[in-house]
Nanobody, 123 residues
Framework: VQLQASGGGLVQAGGSLRLACAAS???????VGWFRQAPGKEREFVSV???????FYSPSVKDRFTVSRDNAKNTVYLQMNSLKPDDTAIYYC???????????????????WGQGTQVTVSS
């Protein structure tokens, strides 16, 4: 499956953005995660939605970000509210079609990656 991330942009602190991760084919059996990488930092886990719609979040975004999926559109969304300058990063979506083993917070859990979309939050 090929992934296309979109929806990034420039927003002021406190604002919102919605990212989308569109798949080239059926997405319903995939776990889909979001990661981000800020300049000079390692890629870090943000959120994941399992094939059964369980969701998990990094503590740094919990209660501000919401991940959801629309299987009819083969798309997963990341709604980001109350954005902070520290949220500035390139955001990547990733997908896995193998069995869930709980290690969703590491990059190696995922088999497919999108190209990334830039999110910049100004203070």
């Amino acid at each position: 499956v090929q992934l296309q991330a979109s929806g990034g942009g420039l927003v002021q602190a406190g604002g919102s953005l919605r990212l989308a991760c569109a798949a080239s084919g059926s997405f319903r059996t995939y776990a889909v995660g979001w990661f981000r990488q800020a300049p000079g930092k390692e890629r870090e886990f943000v959120s994941v939605v399992s094939r059964s719609d369980r969701t998990f979040y990094s503590p740094s975004v919990k209660d501000r970000f919401t991940v959801s999926r629309d299987n009819a559109k083969n798309t997963v969304y990341l709604q980001m509210n109350s954005l902070k300058p520290d949220d500035t990063a390139i955001y990547y979506c990733a997908a896995r079609n193998r069995a869930w083993d709980g290690n969703f917070y590491v990059s190696g859990f995922y088999d497919y990656w999108g190209q990334g979309t830039q999110v910049t939050v100004s203070s």
